[in-house]
């Protein structure tokens, strides 16, 4: 990974921010475009519909589904480009290991959110207000998360 802008060094000391800010947006614009280009129009206009929920700051939850093969991750990757490009963040997450490994700066939610391992319907996060974790999340723009439906249903 290319080191950050200088600016992006003085404007914090979160290491996880630092990490998230610190793509070669030269290189994620040039693979934001040559993706586009294999978008079909029904992924486009999903890709469409997410971003302006971004740029809009309404928020929105969304669930992409489809069979393995169809293009889910593709669509995650350029959303996630589109925005790092921009200078945004975007938490990548996935149920699995195997899973955040197809996606760009991909974690565990487990990890990324301080998800206990053994959960009920009592168990909270431990992430704790003023940390860089809770900093990294409230500059996010964009969470995904892959395989969401795999995850327990206390999470």
């Known amino acids: 990974?290319?080191?950050p802008e200088d600016s992006l060094v003085s404007e914090t000391n979160n290491r996880m921010i630092y990490e998230e800010l610190s793509y070669d947006c030269a290189e994620l614009q040039e693979e934001f475009e040559s993706r586009c280009l294999s978008l079909t129009e029904e992924q486009k206009e999903v890709?469409?519909?997410?971003?302006?929920?971004?740029?809009?700051?309404?928020?929105g939850v969304?669930?992409?589904y489809g069979y393995g093969g169809t293009g889910k991750t593709f669509i995650w990757n350029n959303l996630?480009?589109?925005?790092?490009?921009q200078?945004?963040?975007v938490l990548n997450v996935a149920s699995s290991g195997i899973a955040s490994l197809l996606l760009p700066g991909g974690r565990r939610a487990h990890s990324r959110f301080a998800i206990p391992i053994n959960?009920?319907?009592s168990s909270t996060c431990h992430i704790k207000p003023g940390t860089d974790l809770s900093e990294l999340i409230v500059r996010a723009k964009l969470i995904?998360?892959?395989e969401a439906p795999m995850m327990n249903r206390h999470t």
């Open 1 to 3: 990974m290319p080191l």
């Open 47 to 59: 890709q469409q519909q997410i971003l302006e929920a971004v740029s809009s700051q309404n928020g």
């Open 62 to 64: 969304f669930f992409l």
């Open 80 to 85: 996630s480009g589109a925005l790092r490009v």
């Open 87 to 89: 200078g945004q963040i």
């Open 119 to 121: 959960i009920d319907e």
């Open 144 to 146: 995904i998360w892959d």
